[in-house]
């Protein structure tokens, strides 16, 4: 699976965008992007995920650049409820978690 | 729905006790996956399961590690003897054969 590379942290202000990248220089064709996050101790969340095209449902955004070498998570209007880890995943199917990006969404 | 239900949601044990974590998948769901998580090591996937049938075990730690599922409602990972080093939280997660996992709370096993 390729492997990527996560920003170990970032902070956001309640209310604004949380844009969250993503590198995977090295991923493959038939490889999805997947975004999950885990909220202090509980199990990771599904958030989202994409192939090609840029994709958008409740809860984010994911914005996949055309040569698929790196994405963005956008989270449109962060709240202090999604001060949480957020992994950013490229696989075909099965889930290998990386260490994540640890967003902290201050008032 | 109540989702993966994952039991005990803590356990704590003895240094060579037998340890068994139980996960109750989403029903319809045939892919099911055993993950570990230690500060040290971040998530880890162990095992997972298709129809009942272990698929990929590459990820279990050492022989003292087992994994089963009788049928699809059902599924244990056994640790016998246990180690100190096996404290970490134990999810379990599943599959429609769609993209989305679905995580169970975890089990958080205490081996002293």
């Known amino acids: 699976d390729a492997k990527t590379t996560q920003p170990p942290s970032m902070d956001c202000a309640e209310g604004r965008a949380a844009n969250l990248p993503c590198n995977h220089s090295?991923?493959?064709?038939?490889?999805?992007v997947y975004w999950y996050r885990q909220i202090h101790s509980q199990g990771p969340q599904y958030i989202i995920h994409g192939l090609k095209n840029n994709e958008t449902n409740e809860m984010a955004s994911l914005i996949i650049t055309e040569d698929r070498k790196s994405s963005t998570l956008i989270l449109p209007h962060a709240t202090l409820r999604d001060t949480a880890v957020y992994y950013c995943i490229v696989s075909p199917f099965k889930l290998i978690f990386g260490t994540g990006t640890r967003l902290q969404v201050f008032p | 729905d109540a989702g993966v239900i994952q039991s005990p949601r803590h356990e704590v044990t003895e240094m060579g006790q037998e340890v068994t974590l139980r996960c109750k998948p989403i029903s319809g769901h045939d892919y099911l996956f055993w993950y570990r998580q230690t500060m040290m090591r971040g998530l880890e996937l162990l095992i997972y399961f298709n129809n009942n049938v272990p698929i990929d075990d590459s990820g279990m730690p050492e022989d003292r590690f087992s994994a089963k599922m009788p049928n699809a409602s059902f599924s244990t990972l056994k640790i016998q003897p246990s180690e100190p080093r096996d404290s970490a939280v134990y999810f379990c997660a599943t599959q429609d054969g769609g993209k989305t996992l679905h995580f169970g709370n975890g089990t958080r096993l205490t081996v002293t």
């Open positions: 090295t991923i493959s064709g038939n490889e999805y």
